[in-house]
């Protein structure tokens, strides 16, 4: 049973355009939500994480808002550069060192 | 400070036989998870070790095995290998059970 929805599955966005992600997960036991990006024949590397006591978070261009009551959250990435592109995985765990659930990942190309 | 190391990068295998797959955790960090990523999917939890111990384990049979040595790097040892194990096996280590994870670049496993 897959217990965390990533969409879309593929996007094209434009330089300068912003970059949106949506997760849903239906386990109300996580607590803990990250974002990983991961570049071809690389490994995944920690992009942001978020607690459900908290709405929103922001570190540079990239913002995850967190609907706890709809068991949804979501990547934003604004300014959105060409060396952005690469595969995001949503995934959540409970507590923070504890087994990651993935979605599925979304491949964003950021085109000139 | 050299971060999650995997060992070897890339290796073939065939049908029913065995494979060891070893991970140098980041400095500093005791706690070692085991995914599986498929090709085009979200890595999988395997399992996860602290002070030599099996923690937590995910939905993989019992053919997967580990072990955690006193110096907390970890070893994964598939047996009986299938087509279907073809993946990039990663390892991942953090800091106790309140530090986020943070993944090596994988082993590359092919089975023929």
């Known amino acids: 049973q897959q217990q965390v929805k990533q969409s879309p599955q593929s996007l094209i966005v434009q330089k300068g355009g912003i970059s949106i992600i949506n997760c849903a997960y239906e386990?109300?036991?996580?607590?803990?939500f990250p974002w990983y990006q991961q570049f071809p024949g690389k490994g995944p590397a920690l992009l942001i994480a978020?607690?459900?006591?908290?709405s929103e978070k922001k570190e540079g261009r990239f913002t995850i808002s967190f609907n706890k009551s709809a068991k949804q959250f979501s990547l934003h990435i604004m300014d959105s550069q060409p060396g952005d592109s690469a595969t995001y995985f949503c995934?959540?765990?409970?507590?923070?060192?504890?087994?990651?659930?993935f979605g599925t990942g979304t491949r964003l190309q950021v085109t000139l | 400070d050299a971060g999650v190391t995997q060992s070897p990068t890339h290796l073939i295998k065939t049908r029913g036989q065995q494979v060891t797959l070893r991970c140098s955790p980041k400095s500093g960090h005791d706690t070692v998870s085991w995914y599986q990523q498929a090709l085009g999917q979200g890595p999988q939890f395997i399992f996860q070790?602290?002070?030599?111990?099996?923690?937590q384990r995910g939905n993989f049979p019992d053919r997967f095995s580990g072990h955690q040595f006193p110096n907390y790097s970890s070893e994964l040892n598939v047996n009986a290998l299938l087509l279907g194990d073809s993946a990039l096996y990663l390892c991942?280590?953090?800091?106790?059970?309140?530090?986020?994870?943070?993944f090596g670049d994988g082993t590359r496993l092919s089975i023929l």
């Open positions: 386990n109300t036991a996580f607590d803990y």
């Open positions: 991942a280590s953090s800091m106790g059970h309140k530090q986020p994870q943070h």
């Open positions: 978020i607690r459900p006591d908290v």
């Open positions: 995934a959540a765990a409970t507590g923070t060192a504890s087994k990651l659930t």
């Open positions: 070790y602290y002070e030599e111990e099996e923690r």
